[in-house]
């Protein structure tokens, strides 16, 4: 299978780069100068991963990911000068699956993008859910159900982004158990780079603010110092 990358990205020496690089590792490899023209050919072609740049014309990254997420669980990689914690809670809360910063290395965002399409199509169906099914998970007054892929707290249900969904499920398999943020993202995403763990930081907070009463004294999902998370037995 020859998967159809998207790049949409306004400077055309950063397009050339990537879409070099890209095309060398097999992909087919479609441009976008700016947002509109990013929707357009995700209207008329089925691409398998999009590369976006948060500050194009027309329709910035952030407004193509919520229409992307809004009918599609393909991997979402941004790719911005933008490197402030709240620029990529807003793209991750957003549901982009990665988000890397520039200048960047070429071979890392190859990497990247074999170890989004790994994960996505090979270890999960193409919704981008997991093949998991099976009994309901409790843990406290938290409650997953697998196979309506739902997280439900005292009976109301929790939205979640396809990664959050992802990490609380991990969690809750072996509640009590301490997983290394290299073991959660390799989970998720396939591969992990040491630059992923402020990315791991920011989708550990958004969890706890949706399922803690405090999320800055949480009681589910605890922080084991210098080894990385688990779910707390209740």
Do not use: W
Not at 133 to 159: A, F, H, N, R, W
Not at 165 to 186: F, N
Not at 187 to 205: A, K, P, Q
């Amino acid at each position: 299978m020859r998967y159809k990358i998207l790049v949409a990205e306004d400077d055309e020496s950063i397009v050339e780069l990537l879409k070099l690089y890209l095309e060398n590792e097999g992909y087919e490899v479609y441009a976008a100068g700016d947002g509109l023209q990013a929707m357009d050919i995700l209207s008329k072609t089925d691409i398998d991963l999009a590369v976006l740049d948060i500050m194009m014309p027309k329709l910035n990254g952030y407004e193509v990911t919520k229409k992307i997420r809004a009918v599609s669980h393909i991997p979402i990689l941004i790719l911005s000068a933008k490197n402030l914690d709240s620029d990529k809670i807003i793209g991750l809360d957003l549901g982009a699956d990665d988000y890397m910063t520039k200048p960047f290395n070429p071979l890392e965002i190859i990497a990247r993008v074999k170890a989004a399409l790994r994960r996505y199509y090979k270890l999960n169906d193409r919704t981008g859910q997991p093949f998991v099914l099976g009994t309901k998970m409790i843990v406290g007054e938290l409650e997953l159900d697998p196979e309506k892929l739902e997280l439900t707290k005292c009976g109301k249900e929790i939205s979640l982004t396809p990664t959050e969904y992802k990490i609380i499920l991990l969690l809750m398999k072996a509640p009590g158990r301490v997983y290394t943020k290299a073991q959660i993202y390799e989970t998720i995403s396939g591969e992990y780079f040491e630059s992923d763990d402020n990315t791991m930081m920011v989708h550990i907070s958004k969890l706890r603010e949706k399922i803690e009463r405090d999320p800055k004294n949480p009681e589910y999902i605890k922080t084991i110092r210098g080894l990385g998370y688990k779910i707390e037995k209740r």
